[in-house]
């Protein structure tokens, strides 16, 4: 990773890519800090980021295991999960999602977070789609251990650690855009990522402008 790199816009654009290519509504990523607990860094909506959120609270669900085994976990229907996946199965419900599939962020032995892909539909996602979506999945993952990197274990913690900071500062912009201007947090997200692309600037930059209120988007 150069000092230009943005490990953010990576695992967005690669959520992104996941909707306007398969047949799901939409996706997440978890990306686990350098003691190991998982955090949401990416997420296509509001939806898909409360059903990660619920997750990781409860410290159960398909996305846990899937980070935790680093196996795929398909959940074809997620009304028939099981009694200690229930904060998950009730959350995912609730925001309309059927079923989900949990890849793992995996370079070899390294599991670094999971790609969850969400479908308002029951059943499996197709096998072709699977196959592309590990692909992407492990594209996405090189990109942040690159071999050189990995050989520089502080560096790729402190990249690690930056994308989990910059989540949260963007959160917190999305939040001060969704107010000023009173729309919802996915298009006070998209605003925020629109200005970033439009201006060349890093998304975390940005979000951090807003919510000093040095930047009005």
Not at 67 to 74: E, H, K, L, R
Not at 129 to 144: E, H, S
Not at 174 to 198: M, P, Q
Request: net charge negative; aromatic share 4%; charged share 25%.
């Amino acid at each position: 990773m150069v000092d230009e790199y943005d490990v953010v816009e990576l695992l967005q654009t690669l959520v992104d890519s996941c909707t306007e290519i398969f047949d799901i509504a939409a996706a997440g990523i978890l990306l686990a800090d350098k003691d190991g607990s998982l955090e949401l860094i990416a997420s296509t909506s509001e939806a898909s980021r409360l059903v990660e959120l619920m997750q990781l609270s409860a410290v159960a669900g398909p996305c846990i295991e899937c980070f935790a085994t680093g196996q795929t976990v398909s959940v074809p229907d997620i009304g028939a999960s099981p009694d200690e996946w229930s904060e998950f199965r009730d959350s995912a419900l609730d925001q309309g999602f059927s079923s989900l599939l949990g890849i793992p962020l995996r370079l070899r032995d390294e599991v670094i977070g999971a790609l969850n892909l969400m479908r308002v539909e029951t059943g499996e996602l197709a096998e072709r789609d699977v196959r592309a979506a590990t692909a992407l999945a492990n594209v996405a993952t090189i990109g942040i251990l690159q071999e050189r990197n990995v050989r520089e274990v502080g560096l790729v913690s402190a990249q690690l650690e930056y994308a989990l900071s910059s989540r949260v500062i963007i959160e917190q912009a999305k939040g001060v855009l969704s107010h000023t201007h009173t729309i919802s947090t996915d298009e006070a997200f998209n605003r925020l990522r629109g200005y970033a692309r439009g201006h060349h600037l890093k998304l975390a930059d940005v979000a951090h402008q807003v919510v000093a209120l040095e930047l009005h988007v």
